[in-house]
């Protein structure tokens, strides 16, 4: 059926219409079925809401080239209809084989849920306007009158009454077979009561489709398709209009594809959904006629009723076939209440699943947004519903991630120290003088929602009672867990350096790097080129940094030999620890205090022996002085039991699960390396080791494998106890090896608690 009204032409749901509807259905049904999609019983026919576009399509088209040219209007039209069909085609197609359905899975679930409901009341509003027969606009109380009630109140009960059904008897059989019924009680009925069919259809109880006898042959609208006489100009200034129809006909399988997974409980590939919708839109394009997509609604029934199968699938397509070749003339017997029925129950299911399922699964701001759909759904459009859902559940994301603490932990350097095994008077030292050390673990997504409770902490923690008790030197902010920054967080990181500076505390990053996504954010404000703010892609690398500044500054005002202390990683320490203005300040203070309680000064003993005859009693002397008195002559005997070796940088002592048959060592200078891989998928665990520290010790005397893989990170001097070395010290002074490994054991476990705890403070 083709109308010419003036304001132009409009391709209706009748006659050839309705073909171009068939056809493109047909064509989708054998794709999604033979054609590899998750879903065989997929009814790939259109849905009503693309018809304004046509009708903008055709009256467009009809202006440009003339209402007194029909069969040129005929054909622009048609080829129209067939290019959005191959635009659509195009579109699905390319997001299915570029694998951007992905990008789905990350779509908020309740507004899948939401839209499900949506559907629902559409459902519900549907069927009462086929029951009705009153218009989407007019309804309202005009549906409590006596006349609309006793034409949708059936409907409504029957579809209860299955509900009821369904409810005890599960079987796939019990729909089908109602509604097969539900006509056959109809027409009993009617020829008991002597009713007349065109009475009952002139009441609204019967479908009223006209004469079908007037019905074209549904080929017909081919003989339409001629392609000499088609307006190109007139389709090209379509093309706007095309793209609006492209943007709402990719819009509805991203959302109906996971919608439909969501109510049948099943896993889908929605690339492969969307492949099959490209090739059955790029068929319905060459075959001339409109495109498709899934229809939720039409394939949630489908399987409900058992349709799950290929061969299901294909039925439907042979049964949607026999439609077309027979047209429209049996609509005419069904009873308007058998299809109110199925289009109520379908409603009912959805508002059901959506609002009543989902009471106690989902919170309190999603429920909200699930019924803010479904309300917008029901009084404006669909995809003004699903537009207000995703700026609704935005709003709520906001809300409630400004709720949550972005302050994974907060620790003091003394209970986060880093993974360096150090002399036990530098740990102690070090334990002492990092109370100046407060670290902060930030974790999630900063923006302008979270930020602000990072700043009040750190404006606590530099002003106040807190920095009266506990002044701090380095504040060390841990990105390792941050998983982005905006520009509001960015700038309010540039007002907390500037704050900090003002104080003299230096600002340390730690946890990404320049080129990261993060990194990148706070290059954008500057704040990584400000003086006073360090760097350092993890956070033991910053730890060992500031532990490192302590100690030098702490030899530097002592006047000592600087090189006598190996410093792993960075080196670039010169950062005004002891400035003569701040000299007499409280953290000053602490540090001269820490230092002198902790550092213990020239051994008598030992620092009167010269050259070689120094060593090794200087590197026990530094290793051991914390743990107990150490006496030159009582560990004069072990001197031939020790082999002193040398390794140059690079070079691997062992290797994790070696036999450690080597026995252990005490390192006199260098730097050793050590990488503890504890299991697959964990980062590897890193810890250096300075002069004055034992390696391998605790496999060495368990005779257990090596924990761990060493290498000399920093040309080293090691003086070597091997196990047969140890097993003849036992022997021939089981006293002296008594004392030397009761030194071990008590080094060993202080070194071992200081990883541990680095360890947990990280999580």
């Given at each position: ?198 009475h009952l259809r002139t009441a609204g109880w019967l479908f009223d489709m006209g004469d079908s006898s007037e019905d074209e042959k549904w080929y017909t609208f081919y003989t339409y398709f001629d392609l000499s006489i088609v307006g190109w100009a007139s389709i090209w200034s379509t093309l706007p209009t095309q793209f609006a129809l492209l943007f709402f006909n990719i819009l509805h399988p991203p959302l109906n594809v ?506």
């Amino acid at each position: 059926m083709i109308l010419f009204p003036a304001t132009g032409i409009f391709v209706g749901l009748g006659g050839m219409g309705v073909s171009m509807f068939f056809v493109s259905a047909i064509i989708a049904q054998l794709v999604y079925t033979f054609g590899g999609s998750g879903f065989a019983g997929a009814n790939g026919s259109m849905m009503i809401e693309v018809v304004p576009f046509f009708h903008i399509l055709a009256t467009s088209i009809a202006r440009e080239i003339g209402e007194d040219k029909p069969k040129e209007v005929i054909a622009t039209v048609l080829v129209a209809y067939a290019l959005s069909s191959i635009l659509t085609g195009l579109t699905f197609f390319l997001l299915g084989a570029l694998r951007l359905g992905v990008i789905i899975g990350f779509f908020p679930r309740h507004i899948l849920v939401g839209c499900i409901g949506g559907v629902g009341a559409f459902l519900i509003e549907t069927g009462l306007t086929v029951s009705t027969r009153i218009d989407d606009d007019e309804l309202g109380w005009s549906i409590f009158s006596p006349s609309s009630l006793i034409m949708w109140l059936p409907a409504m009960a029957l579809a209860v009454l299955l509900r009821l059904i369904t409810h005890k008897v599960h079987h796939q059989l019990v729909f089908p077979i109602y509604f097969l019924v539900i006509p056959v009680v109809f027409y009993i009925v009617v020829a008991a009561a002597g009713l007349d069919l065109a009475h009952l259809r002139t009441a609204g109880w019967l479908f009223d489709m006209g004469d079908s006898s007037e019905d074209e042959k549904w080929y017909t609208f081919y003989t339409y398709f001629d392609l000499s006489i088609v307006g190109w100009a007139s389709i090209w200034s379509t093309l706007p209009t095309q793209f609006a129809l492209l943007f709402f006909n990719i819009l509805h399988p991203p959302l109906n594809v996971p919608a439909l997974s969501v109510s049948l409980n099943e896993d889908v590939d929605t690339n492969k959904e969307l492949v099959a919708h490209g090739y059955s839109n790029l068929l319905a394009g060459f075959f001339g006629v409109v495109p498709n997509y899934l229809v939720y609604v039409n394939t949630l029934l489908f399987y409900r009723v058992g349709g799950t199968t290929r061969i299901a699938g294909f039925l439907l397509a042979v049964a949607t076939a026999v439609l077309l070749l027979i047209g429209t003339g049996p609509i005419a017997y069904i009873p308007v209440m058998v299809v109110g029925a199925l289009i109520f129950v379908l409603g009912i299911d959805l508002v059901k699943e959506a609002l009543w399922d989902t009471r106690h699964r989902v919170s309190r701001s999603e429920y909200i947004t699930i019924v803010a759909i479904i309300v917008c759904m029901t009084v404006w459009d669909f995809v003004i519903g699903v537009l207000f859902g995703i700026v609704v559940s935005c709003f709520f994301f906001v809300v409630q991630n400004s709720q949550r603490r972005s302050i994974r932990a907060l620790h003091t350097g003394e209970t986060s120290m880093s993974t360096v095994r150090r002399p036990g008077a530098h740990r102690a030292y070090i334990r002492e003088v990092s109370r100046q050390t407060t670290i902060l673990r930030l974790q999630g997504f900063l923006f302008f929602g979270t930020i602000t409770y990072v700043e009040e902490t750190i404006r606590n923690i530099v002003e106040g009672a807190l920095w009266q008790k506990n002044p701090v030197r380095f504040l060390v902010l841990d990105f390792s867990l941050v998983a982005g920054v905006d520009m509001s967080a960015a700038e309010a990181l540039v007002r907390v350096q500037r704050l900090l500076s003002a104080k003299r505390v230096i600002l340390v990053f730690c946890g990404f790097s320049v080129d990261s996504p993060v990194g990148k954010a706070l290059q954008s404000v500057g704040v990584l080129d400000e003086e006073g703010v360090e760097l350092f892609s993890t956070f033991n690398d910053a730890m060992e940094w500031t532990e490192n500044a302590y100690l030098r500054a702490w030899f530097i005002s002592q006047k000592s030999e600087t090189s006598a202390v190996a410093l792993p990683g960075r080196q670039d320490l010169d950062i005004g620890l002891y400035q003569p203005s701040i000299a007499s300040s409280p953290r000053r203070a602490q540090m001269t205090d820490a230092g002198t309680r902790t550092f213990v000064h020239d051994n008598p003993t030992f620092s009167s022996l010269e050259g070689d005859t120094a060593e090794p009693y200087n590197t026990i002397f530094k290793t051991f002085s914390s743990y107990g008195e150490v006496n030159r002559d009582h560990f004069r005997p072990l001197v031939p039991y020790l082999e002193r070796v040398s390794a140059p940088e690079g070079l691997v002592l062992w290797r994790q699960n070696d036999s450690p048959d080597d026995g252990l060592y005490i390192i006199e200078s260098g730097v050793l390396r050590a990488s503890y891989k504890f299991a697959d998928y964990i980062p590897q665990t890193e810890e250096s080791m300075v002069p004055g520290t034992l390696a391998g010790e605790l496999s060495a005397l368990s005779g257990l494998p090596r924990n761990s893989t060493v290498v000399v990170e920093r040309q080293v001097v090691l003086w070597k106890l091997s196990i047969e070395n140890m097993r003849r010290l036992e022997t021939d002074h089981p006293e002296l090896a008594r004392s030397f490994m009761h030194f071990v054991l008590k080094a060993a476990k202080i070194d071992y608690d200081v990883l541990l705890s680095a360890l947990a403070t990280r999580q």
